[in-house]
Structure formats: C-alpha cells, structure tokens
C-alpha cells in the first residue's frame, strides 16, 4: 500500500506564511510528478503547484511569486512554502502523487488533506 500523509496547515493571519509538507510512503518503486492541490468550500478542486521528476515546476497563476514547491527524492517527499498568504487561499490542500509500485500499474495517489484558514 502506499500512503500521502500532509502536515503543516493551521490558522495565519492575511500576509503571513506557512508550510505544507507531505511524505509518501509503503511499497513505492519510483515517484514521477509530486503535487498540491486546493479546495475551497464550494468550489472544485484545483491544482496549485507541480513537481516533476525532473525537478520542472508549475503553478496556478493565482499563487505565482507567493508559493513555492519542493521536493526531496531521496525521502519521497514534498513541500509547499506558501507566503503572503490571502483569505482566498484559503482551502483544504491535498498532497498527490504519480507513484509506480512493483506489479501495480502507475497512478495518482492522493492525502488525506490538511486545512488551511487565512483569516484575520
């Protein structure tokens, strides 16, 4: 089995920071593309920021300059630095990765999520 456990959300005031971080773990041959993404109540869920294999990143515009995606391959796991932090950013993010386990086929797999308030 493989398992996403997310940590690091909580309550910042608007313009303050956080961190996300998230650990793969279990029977995991190799780890493609780690991600986050966000949903805020009553909305679908959106991607916020990519990582690759590679070490490419991609981010949703609304979070450019302000957030920042990383990653540690040999730990399998996957930070998001989130700073001037907005009301609207406020969400339940969610850790995901493109995992290939021995005789499973690849797929995504997803956190559990972890909520993030900004509000002053």
């Known amino acids: 089995q493989v398992q996403l456990v997310e940590s690091g959300g909580g309550l910042v005031r608007p313009g303050g920071s956080l961190r996300l971080s998230c650990a793969a773990s279990g029977s995991i041959f190799r780890i493609y593309d780690m991600g986050w993404y966000r949903q805020a109540p009553g909305k679908q869920r959106e991607l916020v920021a990519v990582i690759t294999s590679g070490g490419s990143t991609n981010y949703a515009d609304s979070v450019k300059g302000r957030f920042t995606i990383s990653r540690n391959y040999a730990e399998n796991t996957v930070d998001l630095q989130m700073n001037s932090l907005k009301p609207e950013d406020t969400a339940v993010y969610y850790c995901?990765?493109?995992?290939?386990?021995?005789?499973?086929?690849?797929?995504?797999?997803w956190g559990q999520g972890t909520q993030v308030t900004v509000s002053s």
């Open positions: 995901t990765a493109d995992i290939v386990r021995k005789y499973v086929p690849q797929a995504w797999y």
